[in-house]
């Protein structure tokens, strides 16, 4: 009895109900975590949403954790310029000024892959060659060349780069291109629904997708992120096919394998703003002859183009499990927060209902 027991006993009784208490709330935390699997293929913006999720639902970026991105950031602006100089050979473009040659060549032999500074001799030279007008008419020829989305972004920023106090935005964080190999979990905690979301992110490049297999078991949810501006774009891998005509069949491929036939999907159309920006330029018809913008004149081309898109994923997915749909700008921390939430309850839900059963 209680009342018998000596005070070490006691203790040791209290000590014992409290770690009970705990193995009973751990046991409760792993049957309502919730797995999400995010996949699509390279430079979707997979890994841009996870930062997104830290940044709304996880503990964000201290000033310590932002300090550590300036390295890539420069090594990602260094890539560029000499991603579009070498462009600008194979397209026959020339400088406008001829002096930037000089620059040009100092600029193609740094190692842009271990930078770890932007010195202001380099600096001075970077911003020479992206006001040159033909490295402007080599930019407006992106998309027949591999070239940063971000890329804009950062030479209209130098000067704030170049600062030896340069202390990266959370924008810069999000924007900044890091590839993605192997398998990268991260948690992110409900407390106030008492569930785990833990997201799976996984290389998009061919040559990552073989690993994939192993994060297929027990997936609650698909999050397929689909850069919708990529439509007259071709792949890294294979300068032959066609980047948006890859995600769709990379799209249909998950949708119709076995290890999905329970899980509830997430199709995000992303990089709505580069594709509005885009159509001016360049017409989705002819990339997609079966688009056509005069069928529907009372509507905005860029919407038709959008819903043209989003009808031929869907047309892919004509399954019974569950697809939720949704344009997004994974560098825009609101639209993503408004997204995701707009499903979060459905998906826990859903956990509830598999962790009630089972």
Known sequence: MACFLSAEEREAKIINQAINKQLKRSKTISHREIKLLLLGTGESGKSTFVKQMRIIHGAGYS???????????YQNVFAAMQA??????KLGIAFED????????????VQADIVTELIPEHAAILERLWADTGVQ??????REFQLSTSTEFYYNSLSRLADPEFLPTEQDVL???????GLNEYPFDFPAKRVRFRVID???????????????????????????S?????LLEDDSQNRLEESLALFENIRTAKWFRQSSFILFLNKKDLLEEK?????LQTYFPEFDPNLEPEKTEELQAKEFIRDMYLAVAELDNEVFCHFTCATDTENIRFVFDSVKDSLISKAIEKISLS
């Not at 159509?279 to 017409?283: A, F, G, M, N």
């Open 202 to 228: 996984v290389g998009g490049q061919r040559s990552e997708r073989r690993k994939w297999i192993h994060c297929f078991e027990n997936v609650l949810c698909v999050i397929f992120l689909a850069a919708i």
């Open 279 to 283: 159509l001016k330029t360049s017409s």
């Open 98 to 109: 001829e002096s930037n040659q000089k620059g040009a060549s100092a600029i193609a032999a």
């Open 137 to 142: 008419a080599c930019y407006a020829r992106r």
């Open 175 to 181: 924007r900044v291109r890091i590839p993605t190999t």
């Open 230 to 234: 990529e439509y007259d774009e071709v």
């Open 84 to 89: 579009m100089l070498e462009a600008m050979d």
């Open 63 to 73: 000033t310590k954790d932002r300090s550590e991105f300036v390295e890539y950031i």
